[in-house]
């Protein structure tokens, strides 16, 4: 018994350990993932399947607490195992690992003590789909988006089966698009009700396709439907026949897709693909694409008429064209547009400078088609920059010479003002200077305070030719008596030319009875008195001459001028008569001169409707000219008027009274000392509205000498006054403002006169005669 006993109990452990071997061997090599877990939801055990989906490690799972999970929504179904509950597969499962993402079914089961029949655990078996999920998935996505892409493709759509009469009936119906046209399926069940909503310019083709699938053709045609609301609608109608086993036609399936908008597109790039053609064809540049081939697809009507391209006319050499297709290779091998500058032949037969924007052109595969040519004429432009550089650099030169000019202007002007300062104080100083001196120093400052006049007047010339403002102021005089004074002006301001060996005449071409002529006296006086002292300037001896001839036609008057002086280099015979310009650097040191006055009378003579030119050779002297038109006319002129008698003018101012109008003291003192040694009476007013009160209260004024610029009232508005009181008493303007065409406006208010400051004795005395004259029956 007792080794009965033993050999049971050896047999039962026998059995225990080979059912766990059994156990482990399966709990191992099962192909599904199984887990043990105690009542604490601690994982106790796992198999390598359940390490390998989780893509884990077995001491990272092992211990681990599935309550402390991120996601618990696995938890329900440990739970249930722990309560005793069999499970059924759950899920997907969602489980995120390092490196993946993976779906998994999850099955539980609990785990008894088969003594105590206690649950001490759970069981759970895991099963990874992640692969059977993704293609469920995939297959959802696709039928989603044929779903999608088929709402999307037809619009509306129908079934019709034929009827034996030959009507048919509409096995199924997609109305969206058939009710936005507002119609319902019974209005548009028959072919000819469907032609009535057709629009009349295609009901044509809608017929055609019906014919044709009446014969068992598929059809697919575009026309526009008339909607009930009267707007009109594209559509692409396409129809697929079906026959039966004998071959009869049964069924349309048919498909309506709205192209309304695809439509308008098409118009708005046909559109657009006219107007691009409009501005390529219209272009004022060049625009062309050229092939492979040396064709031209396109070539715009710019460029094709200014090369004459496929004409008889076409201008390009064989160089500008092997020139071109070297660039087109350039721009061929270069990933980026290039930009080249080529001169071409044009029609007109110039050469034209072309700024060409060239840029590669390949097709969506990638063939070459060809290059693009953009071109722009720039030959306009590069003239004009380099005229905006001639400018710069006239410009530049300008400033220099300014410059120049006013350092030579301080030194012109102080000379003069030395000789007029210096003197006058001198004389101030040493009042019992000897007669002789006296007479020497005063020589001195009357001639340097001419010659600071002349600088002046040269200034406000030069500043009126700038702002338009210099005017000619044409009078009748005799060109003979001209030359005359400025022969005695020049011969009485040089006295010693005999001593330096120069001569100086003057000759005429007219007798004085003929030799009135119509033109601005000053000026004419003013070119010849420049000329002649540029001549005395440049001659040390020889002679000087001057005079005029008249042309064979008598139209004009030549006037000339010449020397035997230092002469003019070929090259300094332009510059001379541009402003600041000297024929030598050295010049101004030399002789002097501030450039200025050779340029004033260019202007002048082209105010006086001439020129003037010179004949000059270095070392023998030079010879000016200064032609004009000779506008003579029989002018009722007593030349005697011109010509002044100081005795008898006093003559005929004895017992006059002159009213004198100036505000500047030393004028006032100056006015009155020239007419210290007549019989007159002098009446004095310090402003306009003096003169106006004075002339008021004392009608038989005889003579007034009227400033302009004067406080309270100026000139012009007591000239106005004086006038609406008397009309004929003489009125002699005298003005020191140069800078306005003041002559004209005084004579145009009524004045008698006009005289310009500084005022010169005898001109005072000359116009005074002249007024009087004119009174005189």
């Not at 400018?391 to 000379?415: G, V």
């Not at 004067?710 to 403002?737: C, E, F, W």
Request: one cysteine or more.
């Amino acid at each position: 018994m007792a080794s009965n006993n033993l050999g049971n109990k050896n047999f039962q452990n026998n059995f225990e350990y080979d059912g766990e071997l059994k156990y482990r061997f399966i709990f191992e090599k099962s192909p599904i993932g199984i887990f043990q877990y105690n009542g604490d939801a601690v994982i106790t055990e796992c198999n390598d399947i359940f390490v390998e989906i989780l893509k884990s490690k077995r001491e990272l799972l092992v211990g681990l607490n599935m309550n402390e999970l991120k996601d618990q929504s696995v938890l329900p179904a440990i739970h249930d195992a722990l309560k005793g509950k069999n499970g059924l597969y759950r899920g997907p499962y969602k489980a995120t690992t390092s490196d993946a993402q993976l779906f998994i079914l999850l099955k539980t089961t609990p785990l008894t003590n088969p003594t105590t029949g206690k649950i001490e655990g759970g069981l759970g078996i895991v099963e990874d789909i992640t692969e059977l999920f993704s293609t469920q998935e995939e297959l959802r996505r696709k039928k989603e988006h044929f779903e999608i892409l088929s709402s999307l493709t037809t619009d509306a759509a129908s079934i019709l089966t034929f009827n034996p009469d030959g009507s048919f009936n509409r096995e199924w119906l997609s109305t969206n698009l058939i009710d936005k046209y507002g119609y319902t399926p019974v209005e548009i069940d028959t072919f000819e009700k469907w032609a009535k909503i057709v629009h009349p310019d295609d009901v044509h083709i809608y017929q055609e396709s019906v014919e044709r699938l009446k014969t068992g053709q598929k059809v697919s045609f575009e026309v526009r439907i008339i909607a009930k609301n009267g707007n009109t609608y594209w559509i692409n109608n396409t129809v697929y026949p079906e026959f039966d086993s004998q071959g009869k036609l049964f069924r349309l399936i048919s498909a309506i897709k709205d192209i309304t908008e695809k439509k308008e597109r098409e118009q708005e790039i046909q559109h657009q693909g006219f107007l691009l053609k409009s501005i390529v064809d219209n272009a004022p540049i060049g625009i062309w694409i050229v092939s492979p081939d040396g064709y031209y697809p396109i070539i715009n009507a710019w460029f094709s008429n200014n090369i004459g391209y496929g004409t008889s006319d076409f201008s390009m050499t064989e160089e500008e064209l092997e020139q071109c297709r070297l660039s087109d290779q350039k721009a061929i091998e270069s990933d980026e547009p290039i930009e080249v500058t080529e001169e071409v032949t044009f029609t007109d037969g110039l050469k034209h400078t072309l700024r060409i924007h060239k840029q590669k052109l390949t097709s969506p595969e990638g063939k070459l088609i060809g290059v693009l040519g953009i071109a722009t004429d720039i030959t306009e432009r590069i003239e004009n920059e380099k005229a905006l550089v001639e400018a710069l650099e006239k410009a530049e030169e300008s400033d220099r010479l300014k410059s120049a000019f006013l350092a030579n202007m301080s030194h012109e002007i102080r000379t003069p003002l030395n000789g007029v300062i210096g003197f006058a104080k001198y004389l101030r100083n040493f009042p019992d200077t000897p007669a002789k001196d006296r007479e020497k120093f005063l020589g001195i400052i009357a001639t340097s305070a001419d010659h600071l006049l002349t600088l002046i007047n040269d200034i406000i010339d030069v500043s009126k030719i700038d702002i338009g403002q210099l005017t000619i102021v044409p009078e009748p005089f005799n060109i003979n008596t001209l030359l005359n004074e400025i022969y005695t002006f020049f011969y009485n301001a040089n006295p010693e030319f005999a001593k330096k060996g120069i001569s100086f005449t003057y000759s005429t071409s007219l007798p004085d009875s003929e030799a009135i002529i119509n033109s601005d006296r000053m000026r004419v006086r003013q070119i010849l008195s420049n000329f002649i002292s540029n001549a005395f300037k440049f001659t040390e001896k020889g002679s000087v001459e001057f005079g005029y001839e008249v042309n064979q036609d008598k139209t004009e008057i030549v006037f000339f001028v010449k020397d035997t002086g230092i002469g003019i280099p070929k090259d300094k015979q332009e510059i001379i008569f541009q402003r600041f310009r000297q024929a030598e650097t050295n010049t101004t040191k030399l002789y002097g001169g501030t450039g200025l006055g050779l340029s004033i009378c260019k202007s002048l003579a082209e105010l006086l409707g001439g020129r003037i030119w010179l004949e000059s050779e270095v070392g023998s002297g030079s010879k000016f000219y200064f032609v004009m038109p000779l506008n003579q006319e029989s002018w009722k002129t007593n030349i005697s008027k011109q010509l002044i008698n100081l005795n008898q003018l006093k003559k005929d101012l004895q017992g006059k009274t002159i009213l004198i109008a100036e505000d500047e003291p030393n004028s006032m003192f100056f006015i009155k000392t020239l007419f210290k040694d007549f019989d007159i009476q002098i009446l004095e007013a310090h402003n306009g509205l003096e003169a106006v009160e004075i002339f008021h209260s004392q009608p038989n004024i005889d003579l007034i000498l009227l400033d302009i610029k004067m406080p309270v009232m100026n000139g012009y508005d007591a000239l106005k006054k004086i006038r609406s009181i008397n009309y004929s008493v003489p009125i002699i303007i005298q003005t020191a403002h140069s800078f306005s065409n003041e002559r004209a406006l005084a004579k145009a208010m009524g004045c008698t006169g006009f005289i310009t400051k500084p005022i010169e004795a005898d001109s005072l005395y000359q116009i005074i005669s002249n007024v009087l004259l004119e009174e005189k029956p």
